[in-house]
């Protein structure tokens, strides 16, 4: 998430040069959260993060079913026999370890293909009433460490959003 909220830091430029700049701010978070198109996109994450563990869970409970089943049938196994369902017990784990690091991975992916959208849309916004407004920067004051002066345009680019947004 931090991510996201780090594109939307990029300094948005008006286009127009003049001998005095003038600068605005946003809070991209609250901007973000009034988005019903990102409320949207935080529930399908969630569900697909919840198919997911669930998938591992049940992967990570085959493993340990195999592994009491292995641990229960030792003292009865040929060494050979023995070999044979070690390497199985193996192949599981390393399927388990696998199907994780892919989910990570797609998870990632899944993320982005989201949000990438709705970053272009607050983006897009915050350009709009920029140019509107002939404003030259907007900073994100959610992470500018100080500022005192300038425009908040926050709610402008807010009624903006939800007019992109529908």
């Known amino acids: 998430m931090k991510k996201l909220i780090l594109a939307i830091l990029v300094v948005v430029s008006a286009g127009t040069l ?51 089943k292995y641990q229960a049938a030792l003292s009865g196994m040929s060494p050979v026999i023995q070999k044979i369902e070690e390497e199985k017990l193996m192949k599981k784990q390393q399927g388990l370890q696998d199907r994780e690091q892919s989910f990570q991975q797609e998870m990632q992916v899944y993320s982005n293909e989201l949000n990438t959208p709705i970053l272009d849309m607050v983006q897009k916004a915050v350009k709009v009433v920029s140019e509107r407004k002939k404003i030259n920067y907007v900073i994100d004051e959610s992470v500018t460490l100080y500022f005192a002066g300038g425009t908040d345009i926050t709610d402008e680019v807010i009624k903006e959003l939800l007019k992109m947004d529908k």
Not at 34 to 54: C, D, H, N, W, Y
């Open 18 to 68: 003049s001998a005095q700049s003038s600068v605005a701010h946003v809070n991209s978070q609250v901007l973000l959260d009034t988005l019903p198109s990102r409320k949207a996109a935080i529930v399908k994450l969630q569900e697909f993060e919840a198919a997911g563990m669930k998938e591992l869970k049940e992967m990570e409970q085959d493993f340990q079913q195999g592994v009491a």
